[in-house]
């Protein structure tokens, strides 16, 4: 059964899912591409940045309006991006430390 959970963002309740693999693959992580161009954010003030944010958090949740992000706490906003890698990378995060502490006796050998 796939991982959700409910966070508030301007007032409104927004049911963050977990995507499937192939969801995460070919839908998500493209837009993560373009959340992280630096091209797109090259010569911006912070406020400048802020529509782009808005753009971004909007597309990536489309529940969410650029309004909703642009009337809403940080907090919501973080909780809201925090909520998504929760349900999704959960299973990833519990693995990495003792992936890394394999790894790391490896290394040490």
Known sequence: MPRSKVVTINGKQITVKEHKIKELREEVIPKLSIVMDAQELAGKGIKDMVPVFEAKIAELFPEVTEADVD???????????????????????????????????????
Not at 82 to 105: D, H, R
């Open 71 to 109: 009337e809403s706490y940080p907090s919501e906003v973080e909780a809201l991006i925090e909520a998504w890698v929760e349900v999704n990378f959960t299973g990833l995060k519990k693995i990495y430390k003792p992936l890394l502490s394999l790894a790391q006796m490896g290394i040490a050998k």
